[in-house]
T-cell receptor, first 113, second 112 residues
Framework: EAQVTQNPRYLITVTGKKLTVTCSQN?????MSWYRQDPGLGLRQIYY???????DKGDVPEGYKVSRKEKRNFPLILESPSPNQTSLYFC????????????FGPGTRLTVT | AQSVTQLGSHVSVSEGALVLLRCNYS??????LFWYVQYPNQGLQLLLK??????LVKGINGFEAEFKKSETSFHLTKPSAHMSDAAEYFC??????????FGAGTTVTVRA
């Protein structure tokens, strides 16, 4: 089944404790992206990647890091999480050719206390 | 940068009534347009998309949307609301950079 998976689905952590949210897709998509969803703001792009070893900032990159060492994986790293990073996070992927349709993972709900 | 405006953060309709969700975008170049739905505690599901061709697009669950270039709009409609349509709906726009710009979302409640 073609899908985007994220782990963990739920995470509660404390300020300053490094964490990684994994994202993997099995569709051989070149493009991958991370978004955060906050009430009243919709989804905002954090980082994206056009292919292996190619990443770039989105609209809200502060406090986040990403890497793209393999085509299928695009982990999101919070090196020193803060309470304002409490949010719902979505990973998405897309083919670079075609309709620009992005396929979304199930989401990761992060709470930073 | 693209901006997407969804008019009305909350819409309440009676079961069987028309659902109309408004979306306007800022772009001089026709973009790729999407509507996504998010049911409570779930991820995003694609309802429909406009890329090229016919401006009236049909999606899943009886929804459709019309691309109007002159009005830079992509409003979503469903002739008859069902209780299962209660969800949050997001309009999104993409251009050559593949980035999806989302509206703030519209929460739909359906009254029995």
């Amino acid at each position: 089944e073609a899908q985007v998976t994220q782990n963990p689905r739920y995470l509660i952590t404390v300020t300053g404790k490094k964490l990684t949210v994994t994202c993997s897709q099995n569709m051989n998509h070149e493009y991958m992206s991370w978004y955060r969803q906050d009430p009243g703001l919709g989804l905002r792009q954090i980082y994206y990647s056009m292919n292996v070893e190619v990443t770039d900032k989105g609209d809200v990159p502060e406090g986040y890091k990403v890497s793209r060492k393999e085509k299928r994986n695009f982990p999101l790293i919070l090196e020193s999480p803060s309470p304002n990073q409490t949010s719902l996070y979505f990973c998405a992927s897309s083919l670079l050719a075609g309709t620009h349709e992005q396929y979304f993972g199930p989401g990761t709900r992060l709470t930073v206390t | 940068a693209q901006s997407v405006t969804q008019l009305g953060s909350h819409v309440s309709v009676s079961e069987g009534a028309l659902v109309l969700l408004r979306c306007n975008y800022s772009s001089s170049v026709p973009p790729y347009l999407f509507w996504y739905v998010q049911y409570p505690n779930q991820g995003l599901q694609l309802l429909l998309k406009y890329t090229t061709g016919a401006t009236l697009v049909k999606g899943i669950n009886g929804f459709e949307a019309e691309f109007k270039k002159s009005e830079t709009s992509f409003h979503l409609t469903k002739p008859s609301a069902h209780m299962s349509d209660a969800a949050e709906y997001f309009c999104a726009v993409s251009q050559d950079d593949y980035k999806l710009s989302f509206g703030a979302g519209t929460t739909v409640t359906v009254r029995a």
